[in-house]
């Protein structure tokens, strides 16, 4: 009964440095996202995924690469990080779009200094 | 970008009381969602209303969906400590594309015991 799996769970990188954030849903779900939740701010969409092989631009995609692995995995990297990208990470997963129930990972919380 | 407006953006409430909160926007929406967030954790689906004045119940919750398409509200009945967290409205915009869910900033909720 995962549901959606992200890692890490927390992760302090130095400005400049490079990671990769790893989601994996397991509800056969088509549609795979990526959003930033910041204080006051609420949930921001960086990127999605409509199905396997396609990926779009969110809200505030800069400074942020995707991959569609495959159906299950959608992984989210920073190629070189900076202080602004502190926040907490969201994967999420629905089955057809955003009208559809979205389903969310329990969280990453990435410190850059 | 466009924006949901969320309020009250706080709430401090006793042990018993109903609670009431709403979402508001310009535009016109087709699906609106509920979520409840509790500290540390990813927000999780409460309630998804798909059709203009739909009214929909979750236990102790209900929500409904305006008849402009514009706003949405959220109920809850007797409040219990448990219902402490942060509520986000969601909704995606007529005519929107896949992705276009945007969220409320949250209503942060304390319970008195």
């Known amino acids: 009964n995962a549901g959606v799996t992200q890692t890490p769970k927390f992760q302090v990188l130095k400005t400049g440095q490079s990671m990769t954030l790893q989601c994996a849903q397991d509800m056969n779900h088509n549609s795979m996202y990526w959003y930033r939740q910041d204080p006051g701010m609420g949930l921001r969409l960086i990127y999605y995924s409509a199905s396997e092989g396609t990926t779009d631009k969110g809200e505030v995609p800069n400074g942020y690469n995707v991959s569609r692995l495959n159906k299950r995995e959608f992984s989210l990297r920073l190629e070189s990080a900076a202080p602004s990208q502190t926040s907490v990470y969201f994967c999420a997963s629905s089955h057809r779009g955003p009208g559809n129930t979205i389903y969310f990972g329990e969280g990453s919380w990435l410190t850059v200094v | 970008g466009q924006q949901l407006n969320q309020s009250p953006q706080s709430m401090f409430i006793q042990e018993g009381e109903d609670v009431s909160m709403n979402c508001t926007s310009s535009s016109i929406f087709n699906t609106w969602l509920w979520y409840k967030q509790d500290p540390g954790e990813g927000p999780v689906l409460l309630i998804a209303?798909?059709?203009?004045?739909e009214l929909t119940s979750n236990g102790r919750l209900t929500a409904q969906f305006g008849i402009t398409r514009k706003d949405s509200f959220l109920n809850i009945s007797a409040s219990i400590p448990s219902d402490v967290g942060i509520y986000f409205c969601a909704g995606q915009l007529y005519g929107g594309s896949q992705g276009n869910l945007i969220f409320g900033k949250g209503t942060k909720l304390s319970v008195k015991p």
């Open positions: 209303l798909y059709k203009a004045g």
